[in-house]
């Protein structure tokens, strides 16, 4: 988690410290916690409000050990939260709903990452899995498009962008729904219809005096680092974990070879 709130940003130009720029840093918009602000904790067998205690829960003459033990109610009423599973057998594959969205309109929308998702990384699992990916991917970035993925996940429906990182890599970003949304806050949007040809050249020429960033750049140094050598299943000393790495074009040229020695 990030404690910082400010930030400013700082660039050796010309030899010489200097700050470019001073900004706030923080959530832009959450999902609401409909668990706790939309529900109650009661005792299961009265549906009263069970008193607690630093070790238990008591009602009813009975001790409660567990908050897991209590029964959820929409707040402010009895009736018991219902959660029906939405996914089938668990030996089968979920399917989930493509569709897209020019970025032009959906811009108009908020696409905060789902807090309780970690972006996930994609592989292809065979070649026409491969060719299509590639074919998604390929007219999202030319033709401005966002790719969405609507699928069930146990008790919810999951939302997420299939996108790609800078590096190249395919990912799938869950996003918060639209209509769970607390309401956002302040942020700052660029405007790239506002920028001029000027615009373009000053920012290219003074992109150009930032300094490089190198490996060093992408390595901390403060006490995780210390740790390293403790850590359970550690990589080698002097030897870097190996990433395996997999382009969509290598895994369609496989699949060709394989089908040719047939």
Known sequence: MVHAKRLVL???????????????????ASELDLMRNATDLVCPKCKGKAE??????????????????????KKGTKEPIEMPKLTKGSGEIERAKLSIMPFD?????VDTTDPREPERFVTATDETS?????????????????????????????????????????IVRFIVPKNLLKTP??????????LT????????????????????????????????????????KGEKPVEKVEALAVIMAQAKKK????
Not at 147 to 163: G, H, P, S, V
Request: hydrophobic share 40%; glycine share 4%.
């Open 185 to 194: 806050k302040e942020s700052t949007i660029l405007d790239r219809k506002a």
């Open 52 to 73: 607690y205690h630093p070790s238990h829960y008591e009602c009813c003459g009975v001790k409660i050990t567990s908050w897991q033990s209590l029964l959820r109610v």
């Open 10 to 28: 700082r660039a050796e130009l010309m030899g010489f410290g200097a700050d470019i720029a001073t900004i706030n840093i923080g959530s832009y």
């Open 259 to 262: 089908k040719e020695k047939k």
């Open 130 to 170: 491969a060719k299509n990916l590639f074919k998604l991917l390929v007219a999202q970035e030319m033709d401005k498009t966002a790719i969405l993925l609507t699928f069930n996940d146990t008790t919810e429906q999951k939302i997420a962008l299939l996108t790609t990182t800078i590096s190249g890599r395919i």
């Open 197 to 236: 040809q000027k615009d373009v050249e000053e920012a290219r020429l003074f992109l150009k005096q930032i300094p490089k960033a190198t490996e060093e750049t992408l390595t901390v140094t403060d006490f995780r680092a210390d740790l390293l050598p403790f850590a359970i299943g550690k990589t080698p």
């Open 105 to 109: 309109e959906f811009k108009k929308y």
